[in-house]
């Protein structure tokens, strides 16, 4: 049965930002050993809850000053900058470790900093990360190997005739399909999340398991955020918007297991 989807016109937030207070040289260290990252030349830093427990096993985070880029200096106040999932653990004076990386793996780990409170998130970054880490795909006609997904949220545009949707995907797996239907009374969307075809095979192993995660020691790594757009043949109004998709692990299972295979893709 399809689900009804608030529609907001406000976009959905991707990005949180917390006040820091820096612990121990841990952040400067991390940051002159860290070149700039794909991130929009954006250096981020690989991140570890002080007390791990029930909390993603290793994020990503960005330190900055309120107004531009963190140049390695203990000036504060400091702020982090880390996806919605990641904030969600966040907790006032809850600290949290760096670690320093070679060949994107983490080698040495410092104390970096203790959370305060949140803050207002700076534009400048946010939409640097946002262009970067979840931009606006169309939907990749080349996928083989699909399932349906679940809308998480949904925007409209000021002319009532874009939609903007978005959700999770794991590691290698991009939109595949969109398919939608408008009535007199409601819209129906369903979109169709699929394994990369430019994966190659040999990455297969490390590839989550679960639609939203990757899973280690029971801890858990935040999946990907996935946005596309729906352009409507004439404004939502007060139509009603349903979500034709669902959450369907078993056929993401099973395009994993053709597609390991080689085999045919699922209709």
Known sequence: M???LDVSAVPPRLFASWLLLPRG?????????????PEAGLRSMVCDFTDPVSAPLLWSGWPSHSNREYDGSVEVPL?????????????????FDVYQTAMHTPVRRWPAGTLIAPAMEPLWLTERLAEHLAPIREPNPAVQYRWP?????????????????????????????????????QVTVRV?????????????????????????????RPGRRWRTNVVLARPLGCRLLYDGGYRDTAARSAARRAWLAGGLAPS
């Open 79 to 95: 702020l982090l900058t880390v996806s919605w999932a990641v904030a969600e653990h966040f907790r006032p004076d809850r600290e």
């Open 149 to 185: 997904a679940e809308i998480q949220t949904a925007e409209i545009d000021s002319t009532g005739r874009i939609l903007g949707l978005s959700g999770v995907m794991g590691p290698g797996e991009v939109v595949a399909r969109l398919d939608f239907e408008e009535a007199a009374d």
């Open 2 to 4: 399809a689900r009804r």
């Open 25 to 37: 040289e841990g952040l400067q260290r991390a940051w002159s050993g860290q070149p700039p990252g």
């Open 192 to 220: 169709w999340i699929g394994i990369d075809p430019s994966l190659p095979q040999r990455l297969s192993r490390t590839l989550a398991s679960g639609p939203a995660s990757s899973r280690s020691r029971g801890r858990t």
